[in-house]
Each structure stands twice: as structure tokens, then as C-alpha cells.
């Protein structure tokens, strides 16, 4: 046996002399070359291999925290970017709780002991149902995407149709999700907007709505920042032709604008990160499905819901699945979707974060929000030739800022605040090319009035420098 064989290595397991030795004698071979018998010599990597030298657990962390510090967060930069991932503030108690390692570390809660798991989930299931006035919510998907993904899917099955509508204004990567995720049985149909207030436009979605469409989606506030008005004309719409109405909503703005589920949506979904998760590179993001308790749309569920009922013993309750038998844990291949990993785990952080503000705080911070992005679209909208916001509609948090006419174009202006330590909007020239030069800014909670002066300052020394006005 050769030396490399006989080093002990406290982190690979049955690396002890003895305990190979042990385990040769058990299955009858006399040295670990023996397993190998009859793999050709010239497949086998005989000479030494050139590891480098392990670093200590110190040499380590500094090693990868030199990688990290290469990034510019939002602690150091003021942030302005949204489209999909937001910078909101998130109580201690919410890390503090999705820390426990009865919540971080039990996978799926089956095959460990439940350690309340099941009980966070059917909380979180019924804060947010009460959010959305609706009465069943599923333990999430992995994000937004799939959530409105999945909830077309659903609406394909109960209609038996394979269309759906939705609005030009969509994000470009959500809607990619959702061609991908429904392809290729569910064909994506896109509908106009109107070009002043980016509203849905109704006269296209007439045109194109038939007894082939099993749902129209739409989102509330939209991609693009601006309040849908024409929720329930959309609604009554789709119910003429049979169809099913889902809608994206934004849970961070329910403390002020009406639930979908007053204006007709049968089915709504959205991004649970604003509930007290931190932005994340790949993580954070977690999707919400919730409808009416209509066994119909529930047999459609492809992901876990849990339930409370009573137990064998008297005056006591327990919480389990509900209807499990509708899903692929139970169906296996024969399953309607195939559920795996979930975002459990930020569920459970969303309970916390709408259990600590309640109704109260839903509706401060939903006007906290508009009251800080109305005073961003106000300032900036004085600066010369400078549009905010670019639709004439109401916006919540997001809004679209127009440079056109400035000379600059929205890249040369957002490189422009990064050196002066300042995340610009997103620029929409790719994306939404008919907009021009524009860019999508997010005002929350967390920006002060200084933060926004800030902001317009910048701009405008920008813009000066360049002699567009």
C-alpha cells in the first residue's frame, strides 16, 4: 500500500490503516489495488497527482473573502435597481428565526423530526393568504417565474386549452421562464400596451383572446412599475370566454392597493422577497401561488400545502399535507409537475416578516414606498429634458425614466453614478428597444429624501457635463 494510501486525513472517511485493513479482510481482498482489477493499465493514472497543498481554515477565509471584497454591494453604493430583486429592509428577527437549525438544515421535515416545521409553514400559508384574500397558499417555488409559470400550467389543466395572453410589458427573463416551463404544449400569446400609460390594451386583448385561451395573465404593479387600472375589465373579459384571470402581484404593495382577488383574479402568484429577504447573487427569490378553496383549481396544486386537524387525541391539533395524493411525491412519473427542492425555507421567513408588521405595517410601508418614489419621480422629472416617469399611470415603486433627449445615452449615465458611488436604474434599451434611452428606478423604504437628492444631483451633474442643457 502505497504512502498517499496510508496518510490519515480528518476530513475522508476510513482513511486509518486499521479500519482498511479491517474492511479488506470483510470482503475478502488484500490490498485496495485489488477492487481495481480489470480496469486497463492505460485508463489508470499512475503517477502522483499534483495537489497543491491544502490552506488552513484561516489561509482559507482570506483567501475567499479577497474574492468577495471584489464586489461592490449595496452597503457601500446607494442602490437604485430593481426589476425583480429589491432592496428592502429585513428585521433581524427574520435571520434570526431562518437561522434555527430546526428550520435551516431539516430539508423537507419528512425523513428528520418535524420540529414545528410543518406548523411555520401552515402560519406563513395563512399570513399570506390573509395578504392576498385568498383562501389556500402553497409552500413556494423558486421564484416569481415559476410561481406564474405553474399557475399557467394549472389553468391549462382545468380548462382543458392551451393559450394564454400576456402583456408586452412582462419581464423579458420571467417570460422566458414561462415559454420554457409551458412549452411546448402552452403557447404564449402577447398582447399590446397602450404607448402613454402602458396599460394593457384592451381593444388588442379583445382581438386576441378566443375559447382557446385558458388564462390571461397580467401583473399588478407591473414590470415596469405602473398600476394596472383595468384589473377587472381584464377579469370579466376572460370569464366571457371561460378563461381563468392570474395575476403577478408584488406583495410589498397589498398595505395600499387592493388584491388581485378583488378584481377578479382566480389565480395569483409573486416574489416573496420583499418579505424579509436580503438580495441575493442566485438566492432570495422565492414564488407564491394562492386561490380560492375550490377543490377544482386545488387538485391543480403541484407543489405542498399544509393543513391543521384535529389528532386522535381530544382537543388536540396537528399539521400535515393536505391532499397529498395530487402530487409528484405521491404520483411519481405519473405526476402533473414534478416537485422537488422548494423555497420552504424563505416561506417560513415571510411568516415571520407579516407576522412582526402586521396589517398596520403593511399599509406604512406600501405608503412609506409611494410617498419616496412620487418624490424621486417629482425631482427627477425637473430635470431639463429628463421624463419620469415615461407612462402617464400611477406608480407604486418602480417607474420608467426617459434620457432621450438628453444626449447621454442610459449607459454612459449609469457608468457615470457608479463612480460616484451610486447603482443607477436598470437600462430597458435592450429590452424594450420602442422606449429609447431609458431606465427603470426603484425607490423603497429604506431611501431617504437625502438618498433621492443624492440621486438627481448626481444626474444633473451628469447631464451638465455634457452640454445637453
Known amino acids: 500500500m502505497s504512502e498517499q494510501r496510508k496518510m490519515v486525513h480528518p476530513y475522508i472517511p476510513n482513511t486509518v490503516p486499521e479500519v482498511q485493513a479491517e474492511m479488506l479482510r470483510e470482503i475478502g481482498a488484500n490490498t485496495i489495488e485489488e477492487l481495481f482489477d480489470g480496469i486497463p493499465e492505460d485508463l489508470q493514472y499512475m503517477k502522483e497527482m499534483n495537489i497543491p497543498a491544502a490552506l488552513s481554515e484561516y489561509e482559507l477565509r482570506r483567501y475567499i473573502d479577497g474574492i468577495m471584497e471584489k464586489n461592490i454591494t449595496t452597503k457601500e453604493y446607494l442602490n437604485f435597481l430593481g426589476a425583480g430583486c429589491w432592496n428592502h429592509y429585513v428585521p433581524a428577527i427574520c435571520d434570526e428565526i431562518n437561522q434555527r437549525a430546526e428550520f435551516l438544515t431539516a430539508y423537507a421535515g419528512d425523513p428528520y423530526e418535524d420540529l414545528g416545521r410543518y406548523q411555520a409553514l401552515f402560519e406563513y400559508q395563512s399570513l399570506m393568504a390573509e395578504l392576498v384574500d385568498m383562501d389556500v397558499v402553497n409552500v413556494p417555488t423558486f421564484d416569481w417565474a415559476q410561481a406564474a409559470a405553474t399557475s399557467i400550467r394549472m389553468a391549462s389543466r382545468i380548462t382543458n386549452r392551451y393559450e394564454v395572453l400576456l402583456p ?115 438566492g432570495g427569490q422565492s414564488g407564491f401561488i394562492g386561490s380560492h378553496d375550490d377543490l377544482t383549481v386545488i387538485q391543480e396544486y403541484p407543489s405542498r400545502l399544509f393543513g391543521i386537524a384535529p389528532t386522535v387525541v381530544e382537543g388536540e391539533y396537528g399539521f400535515g399535507d393536505v391532499f397529498y395524493d395530487r402530487t409528484s411525491f405521491a404520483q411519481r412519473e405519473e405526476g402533473k409537475e414534478s416537485v422537488g427542492t422548494q423555497t420552504a425555507l424563505w416561506g417560513i421567513t415571510a411568516g415571520v416578516y407579516l407576522s412582526l408588521l402586521g396589517p398596520g405595517g403593511m399599509r406604512e410601508l406600501g405608503k412609506s414606498i409611494m410617498q419616496r418614489s412620487q418624490y424621486a419621480m417629482e425631482q427627477l422629472g425637473n430635470i431639463p429634458n429628463v421624463v419620469a416617469s415615461r407612462f402617464e399611470s400611477t406608480n407604486f415603486k418602480e417607474f420608467v425614466v426617459n434620457f432621450s433627449h438628453t444626449n447621454k445615452s442610459v449607459e454612459e449615465i449609469n457608468k457615470n453614478l457608479l463612480n460616484n458611488g451610486i447603482f443607477g436604474g436598470k437600462d430597458l434599451s435592450e429590452e424594450f428597444p420602442e422606449l429609447g ?33
Open 168 to 282: 408586452k410589458t412582462i419581464s423579458p427573463d420571467r417570460l422566458k421562464v414561462i415559454r420554457n416551463y409551458c412549452s411546448p404544449q402552452i403557447e404564449c400569446i402577447l398582447v399590446d400596451y397602450e404607448e402613454d400609460s402602458g396599460q394593457i390594451n384592451m381593444r388588442d386583448l379583445e382581438d386576441k383572446i378566443s375559447f382557446n385561451t385558458a388564462a390571461i395573465y397580467f401583473e399588478n404593479p407591473s414590470y415596469l412599475g405602473f398600476i394596472e387600472t383595468k384589473g377587472q375589465k381584464i377579469s370579466n373579459l376572460a370569464k366571457s370566454h371561460n378563461a381563468l384571470t392570474i395575476v403577478g402581484v408584488d406583495p410589498s404593495s397589498l398595505g395600499v392597493l387592493a388584491p388581485p382577488s378583488h378584481y377578479g383574479a382566480d389565480i395569483v402568484c409573486g416574489d416573496l422577497q420583499p418579505l424579509g429577504m436580503h438580495m441575493s447573487y442566485g
Open 437 to 469: 434611452q431609458s431606465s427603470l428606478f426603484c425607490i423603497t423604504e429604506v431611501h431617504t429624501k437625502e438618498d433621492i437628492d443624492q440621486l438627481v444631483t448626481a444626474i444633473r451633474k451628469c447631464l451638465d457635463s455634457s452640454g445637453s442643457n
